[in-house]
């Protein structure tokens, strides 16, 4: 936000008296100073703590503990402080927004005013100046992570999310937003004592949030461009896989209020498809997707520069009727000459991904199953 003009340098006021120099004894230490700085103890000491799976013996309860609570807190972000706070995506009810909220909070990402606020701050200036973590209009490591140690961004915009802030317990919980994740450290120990807490709560949430932090970074400068957006988002099946969905970011960019990020049948969205069957038990509704008309790529050639696939698809001709209702056999020959080229190009990232997946399983298996077998 840009600061509020000070009353004596408006134009339309002539001062008489000229304001005091309150910068003429700099105060190097205070009070707001020192909490910003405690603030950011907990992520870099979280950081350091995760080296401590060295020195915990290893089972298996704790591991399956650390998938676990990743993919529900991810949800958390994505479905919930994403699709939900920031977006409006779908429609739940009091309670189960609650729950969302707490999800989201046990990620340790803050609140989800503030996280909302800050998001949607991002997609009105994305990759511009205003940015608040632009890789292109900044740098990876700030995009990535040096906005979140930064203390620049630790007020919350409470203008943004007006929609949001009606609610008490939604306040209450993006002040105390530490609760449910100390919640979540206490039953992770009480189910599998310090490695249970080591695994399961401080492990899985570095992973969280770097997870999270892709997005802002490597899918503004890594991946493909299907839609003609005013920044640099893009779509990154890695991604996508990694965040649940997240990583469809130039869908994302082009129909920001859509409950879906895969607009392709092959483009993963488990975010997505958890929300479809809350709806079918009718926990959420008035689930938003994009209309037909705003599926069509409007980007003749892909951009082949930051590709992961390295291929661009041939210019197509496209045509709406006046309404933008009817779409020309060309424009439906372009979209299926896409699609095909995209399935080709995702396969083979998804492909490498798992092949090093089963690699790294059966190499980390064979000793357990030779011990099991007595060979």
């Not at 700085?37 to 020195?55: D, R």
Request: net charge positive.
């Amino acid at each position: 936000m840009i600061p509020t003009q000070p009353i004596w340098q408006s134009p339309s006021i002539t001062p008489t008296i000229a304001p005091p120099n309150t910068e003429s004894k700099p105060k190097f230490f205070s009070l707001a100073t020192f909490q910003r700085f405690v603030n950011k103890v907990p992520f870099v000491a979280f950081h350091l703590a995760c080296f401590t799976v060295f020195l915990v013996p290893f089972t298996w309860l704790p591991f399956f503990m650390c998938i676990g609570f990743y993919l529900i807190r991810m949800f958390g972000i994505t479905a919930g402080y994403h699709r939900y706070f920031s977006h409006r995506a779908y429609k739940t009810s009091r309670v189960f927004q609650f729950v969302l909220a707490w999800l989201g909070c046990s990620a340790m990402q803050k609140g989800p005013l503030w996280w909302a606020a800050n998001h949607r701050h991002h997609h009105k200036y994305s990759d511009t100046p205003e940015d608040v973590h632009s890789p292109v209009a900044g740098s990876f490591w700030w995009s990535h992570v040096g906005w979140v140690v930064s203390t620049a961004h630790d007020e919350t915009d409470f203008n943004s999310v007006k929609d949001l802030c009606k609610y008490p317990e939604l306040r209450w919980l993006d002040n105390l937003h530490w609760v449910p994740g100390a919640a979540l450290a206490l039953i992770c120990y009480l189910m599998a004592g310090i490695p249970g807490l080591v695994w399961g709560f401080l492990l899985s949430t570095v992973l969280l949030y770097h997870g999270t932090f892709l997005v802002n970074s490597v899918c503004h400068i890594f991946g493909r461009k299907r839609f003609n957006t005013s920044d640099e988002s893009r779509n990154n099946a890695l991604v996508a896989i990694l965040t649940l969905g997240e990583g469809w970011h130039n869908n994302h960019h082009h129909y920001m209020s859509s409950a879906n990020q895969g607009f392709r049948w092959w483009e993963i969205d488990i975010s997505y498809y958890v929300i479809r069957m809350l709806g079918w038990v009718h926990i959420v509704w008035d689930i938003r997707t994009p209309p037909p008309e705003k599926l069509i790529p409007n980007l003749p050639v892909l951009d082949s520069a930051h590709s992961t696939a390295g291929s661009a698809i041939a210019p197509s001709a496209m045509s709406l009727s006046s309404s933008g209702s009817v779409v020309s056999s060309a424009a439906s020959s372009s979209m299926v000459a896409t699609s095909v080229a995209e399935t080709a190009a995702v396969s083979t990232v998804v492909s490498a991904a798992v092949t090093t997946a089963v690699t790294t399983a059966v190499t980390t298996l064979n000793p357990v199953v030779a011990t099991l077998t007595g060979q």
